[in-house]
């Protein structure tokens, strides 16, 4: 059965074009993010001009403009895109792989779980970061290793994870708030951030650890994105198309995990972040290829661009956490009840 | 065309956790022929096509491809010989349908590779034997039952395989519907010579679009072999506890079953 040419380029041709918007909508996404991350290095209480924040970042001297681009914003700005991108990325993969935009990190309480452990190093422990990064992973990773038990059941459900995960989440949460009470009044700063989540006080130091882990994860989850696509038509079909899917889901689930703990670990638990990017990404790209990188740079973008807000529109500086919630909340109840009627919950 | 695939379950004991279905199965499935497996409710036809297709691990016995385990095949490979269309696929949310068929490429690109001519073309050759190109770039939540089921069936065609399982494909779809499917099945064995093997509902569509039936009957195989050979009322007796008579189908010469109920008989000695 020979076509002629002209039949498969028409198939082809919409094919191509939806692979043409992805990449138009992707790259716009980068120059966005980049933008972003220049709008962090050059406002600031003082604002400098462009040369001598490219000059101060040269490492050139130059009094009062190193303390404030080098030591304050960039680190702020790197730990911004960063975890933006790690919880992009994981809610995002989260929400593919259980086919549902509730089921994501920081709705099942995993940022929670992460969180616990981490005020716990910070408050209790007084461990170094380090270790603080360590027990945030671990105490994701057993967040999801008991909710799975938990919502096992006689088959698996997503709604039963999905609810047992916010029957956690809120459990989890009034933990730090114990933990948090119950600190020593020098710790209380600290803690807080745990709270909502917030740049402030960025550290290169901290900003380490996240940036290499992003750095490392990213490229195996992209190679990825084809079998997570394959996921997506449910356990059966993935299976009769060759994918490994037991190997394949604790795979990614473990990658996602180990990303959201260190973006947490660094920032606290930036709201509604994990959960935004990916249907925003959906939205702008469409729905034909994987779309893990554009979710995220929606999530670096929401990031810088929250945090921005939270520094300067408003008469006090929010913490991003703050400004993600706002942004979150509406979209949450929108999503709850789209489902409803839909029948999904 | 045709395909040389030996492909054989030997001993069988499979099931759920802590239920064995299937309790001994011995088949080989014929080379380039539409195998129907047909049972009642329960007996253990799916988990046996589910089984093959490698879904659930035996708890006995082998399911075996040219002579090797199913589950020794990398998985890619054996999805470039073996498909399957489960049940109730799951549709992501806004995909359109190029797309969708355009997933069945998987087992058929690397880890790093993109779109090959050779994909592009399956993909057409797909759509156009399912006659679904001019939904090509439709969302798949528009299209209605029947024309879902062909976009799924073209996306098991893209994956290419010589051996295609089917779990229930006319489930759910109007009596024309159901015909247009098998007709089309029919097509894609006649011309490829692809070995189908599906379970169906529908005994009399069975009788007549299958080259070989097997009967299943509590994780048993009761009988198999051409349909004018076994679908007699005494099988339709054992496996569906049914009474019924057969009669010549008038347009395939194929049996048919006329199921007999309590009621509505119009003469007593014709009773079995």
């Known amino acids: ?345 | 065309m045709s395909n040389t695939h030996v492909f054989r379950v030997d001993n069988l004991v499979s099931g759920y956790e802590n239920k064995t279905i299937i309790h001994g199965i011995d088949l080989e499935i014929p080379r380039n022929k539409i195998s129907v497996i047909i049972g009642a409710n329960g007996c253990g036809k799916s988990t046996l096509l589910k089984t093959m297709a490698k879904l659930i691990k035996p708890t006995e016995g082998d399911v075996t491809l040219n002579g090797k385990a199913i589950n020794k095949y990398p998985p890619k490979q054996l999805a470039r010989i073996l498909g399957l269309l489960p049940q109730s696929p799951v549709v992501p949310e806004g995909i359109t349908v190029a797309d969708l068929v355009g997933r069945g490429r998987f087992p058929h690109q690397s880890l790093f590779s993109g779109w090959s001519k050779k994909d592009y073309e399956a993909v057409e050759e797909a759509m156009e034997f399912m006659n679904i190109k001019e939904f090509a770039d439709l969302d798949i939540d528009e299209l209605s039952g029947g024309q879902r089921q062909r976009v799924w069936i073209a996306m098991a065609l893209a994956q290419q395989t010589d051996i295609l399982f089917l779990d229930e494909p006319t489930t759910f779809l109007d009596i024309t519907y159901q015909v247009e499917i098998l007709d089309l099945l029919t097509n894609l064995n006649r011309k490829f010579g692809t070995t189908i093997v599906m379970v169906l509902h529908d005994i009399n569509l069975s009788a007549r679009y299958a080259d070989h039936i097997f009967a299943v009957k509590s994780g048993k195989l009761v009988a198999e072999g051409k349909p004018t050979d076994v679908l007699t009322a005494d099988l339709v007796k054992t496996v569906f506890d049914l009474n019924c008579v057969v009669i010549p189908d008038p347009i395939s010469d194929t049996p048919l079953i006329i199921p007999k109920g309590r009621y509505h008989v119009k003469d007593e000695s014709a009773t079995l």
Not at chain 1, 105 to 119: D, E, H, K, Q, Y
Not at chain 1, 207 to 225: H, Q, S
């Open chain 1, 1 to 345: 059965m020979r076509k002629q040419t002209g039949e498969v380029n028409f198939i082809m041709e919409g094919m191509r074009q939806r692979r043409r918007r992805w990449l138009f909508v992707t790259s716009i996404l980068v120059i966005i993010a980049i933008g972003l991350c220049c709008a962090m290095l050059l406002l600031g209480n003082t604002i400098y001009p462009v040369n001598v924040v490219m000059r101060s970042l040269m490492g050139e001297e130059i009094t009062g403009a190193n303390f404030a681009i080098n030591t304050i914003r960039l680190p702020r700005m790197i730990t911004g895109v960063f975890a933006g991108f790690a919880f992009g990325v994981a809610g995002y993969i989260f929400q593919t792989m259980l086919r549902n935009p509730l089921a994501n990190p920081n709705i099942l309480g995993i940022t929670s779980g992460s969180s616990v452990a981490a005020v716990f190093c910070i408050v209790v422990l007084h461990t170094s970061n380090t270790v603080v990064s360590i027990a945030a992973i671990l105490g994701g990773l057993v967040t999801v290793i008991v909710m799975y038990f938990l919502s096992r059941g006689r088959s698996f459900s997503i709604g039963r994870l999905i609810i047992i995960g916010i029957g956690m989440q809120a459990m989890l949460d009034a933990v730090i708030s114990y933990l948090i009470l119950k600190s020593a009044q020098q710790d209380i700063a600290a803690a807080l951030r745990w709270l909502s989540g917030s740049l402030n006080g960025s550290k290169m130091t901290e900003a380490i650890p996240l940036v290499m882990l992003v750095i490392i994860f990213t490229p195996i989850l992209l190679v990825l994105g084809k079998q997570l696509s394959m996921l997506e038509l449910g356990e059966q079909m993935a299976t009769s198309l060759g994918v490994a899917t037991d190997k394949m889901r604790v795979t990614l689930i473990i990658s996602s995990v180990i990303l959201i703990a260190i973006a947490t670990a660094t920032t606290g638990p930036i709201a509604f972040v994990s959960f935004l990017a990916g249907p925003i990404a959906n939205r702008l790209v469409g729905v034909s290829a994987s779309n893990i990188l554009p979710a995220g740079l929606v999530g670096a973008i929401l990031v810088l661009f929250a945090d921005l807000i939270g520094q300067f529109a408003f008469e006090y500086r929010f913490p991003v956490g703050v400004i993600t919630g706002i942004l979150g909340a509406p979209y949450l109840i929108y999503l709850i009840i789209r489902m409803n009627r839909k029948g999904e919950l």
